[in-house]
């Protein structure tokens, strides 16, 4: 078997060697400097490791082919046109939950305590200390429970908060009424595009926060930052889920940088060494999977 690497993701030593141990193995370890290159490096393999580069532009050019990407979302792939090209594809649901929810509370304590102002302060005259809001005691409603989800939920009923779960077929508006925080962790698919609307966003406590990792596919951009000038909701938290990470460029990320209650991140909820060793382990995993005829977290 033939299996490229198309770049350096990281691999140590043990993973290395695992892949060795499945066959012929071709290790990249820069970017190629453009999709075709990319995809050139595909050619002839039997499987593949790779990063997003290349792989949104170049993938349907590929055939009878199995990609193990180290990551989790692949919504901004074409799963008819994989069909089409027998190119089976492997995620790897979970390996970032850690590191995501570590964010997520993150941002839910600088939202409620207001840590980024306090920061190595010398002068507090401009802003008077003022009581900020605890976690404990307060209503949190985690938008989905799925690998992160779940793990949100566990962290903020260790803090004393009360934690209530939105999932499919409940009732979106009933489950928001009360709470003082609710975290949109939802997969993007049919049933989640456009489901945070502007009826959603009006009907917030007000007071609230709101803080979410997802695709901007399934909540309306205009209408969380028109519930914030409104004074409903008093801010909002944001890792703007469907940019590339790192772009600090990136328009919708420059728009909401620039908004005075918006905490925002350009893309690296995910990004720890943790998510890293996870990742490029399950992808591996996937691969020894797919060999054995035992295909593990396909995405079709």
């Known amino acids: 078997m033939k299996i490229v690497v198309t770049q350096n993701l990281g691999l140590n030593s043990e ?3 695992r892949l060795n141990k499945l066959g012929e193995v071709k290790f990249y370890d820069n970017l190629a400097a453009t999709p075709e290159e990319w995809l050139l490096r595909c050619q002839g393999a039997d499987a593949i490791c790779t990063g997003r580069f290349g792989l949104t532009q170049k993938v349907y050019d590929l055939e009878d082919t199995f990609i193990s990407l180290p990551f989790v979302g692949t919504s901004f792939l ?5 069909k089409t090209r027998n190119i089976k594809v492997a995620r790897c649901p979970g390996c970032n939950k850690e ?18 102002y306090y920061l190595n302060k010398l002068d507090l005259s401009a802003h008077p200390l003022e009581v900020t809001k605890g976690l404990t005691g307060k209503n949190i409603t985690i938008l989905g429970k799925g690998n992160v989800g779940s793990l949100v939920g566990k962290i903020c009923e260790s803090l004393g908060m009360n934690v209530q779960y939105f999932i499919r ?3 979106l508006i009933n489950s928001i009424k009360n709470a003082d925080v609710v975290v949109d962790t939802l997969s993007l698919n ?6 945070l609307n502007k009826d959603f966003f009006n009907s917030f406590k007000p007071g609230s926060y709101f803080i979410t990792v997802t ?4 909540y309306d951009v205009d209408a969380m930052l028109e519930t914030l000038d409104k004074n409903i909701l008093a801010g909002v938290a944001n890792d703007c889920g469907s940019i590339f990470c790192g772009d600090v460029k990136d ?9 005075p209650k918006v905490l ?5 909820a995910h990004y720890t060494d943790v998510t890293d060793r996870q990742g490029n382990k399950m992808m591996i995993d996937n691969i020894e999977a797919y060999f054995s005829g035992q295909p593990i977290n396909l995405i079709y």
Request: no cysteine.
């Open 251 to 259: 328009p919708f990320y420059i728009k909401l940088a620039q908004h």
């Open 15 to 17: 993973e290395k060697d």
């Open 169 to 171: 077929n409940d009732n």
């Open 99 to 116: 590191a995501v929810s570590e964010w997520i509370v993150t941002m839910m304590l600088n939202l409620f305590r207001d840590f980024p």
């Open 215 to 218: 695709s901007t596919k399934i």
């Open 190 to 195: 049919d049933s989640t595009v456009g489901l």
């Open 78 to 82: 074409d799963v008819a046109g994989l």
């Open 264 to 268: 925002v991140t350009p893309h690296i």
